[in-house]
């Protein structure tokens, strides 16, 4: 799981360059905060804790051992 905010404002630009602000709640805020990871090159493991990514790496590991 990975935390994010309930309610968030995003200020970008359209495909013309105009400055565009708008404000986002519940899953749709959600859905802004992941698209923008994206858009940053931020993936969720950069976003969880350092206790869960150790978890995920080992598992990963392990995996990759498995099919080889």
């Known amino acids: 799981d990975v935390k994010r905010y309930s309610h968030v404002k995003v200020k ?3 495909v013309d360059g105009n400055e565009i602000e708008f404000e986002a709640d ?3 805020a959600v859905i802004m905060q992941h698209e ?3 858009l940053d090159g931020i993936l ?3 976003r969880i804790s ?3 990514r150790a ?3 080992k598992k990963m590991k ?3 051992k498995q099919q080889s």
Request: charged content about 35%.
């Open 12 to 14: 970008a630009m359209d």
């Open 26 to 28: 519940g899953i749709k």
């Open 36 to 38: 923008i990871d994206h």
């Open 44 to 46: 969720f493991i950069d």
């Open 50 to 52: 350092v206790l869960k």
């Open 55 to 57: 978890i995920y790496k």
């Open 62 to 64: 392990k995996n990759l």
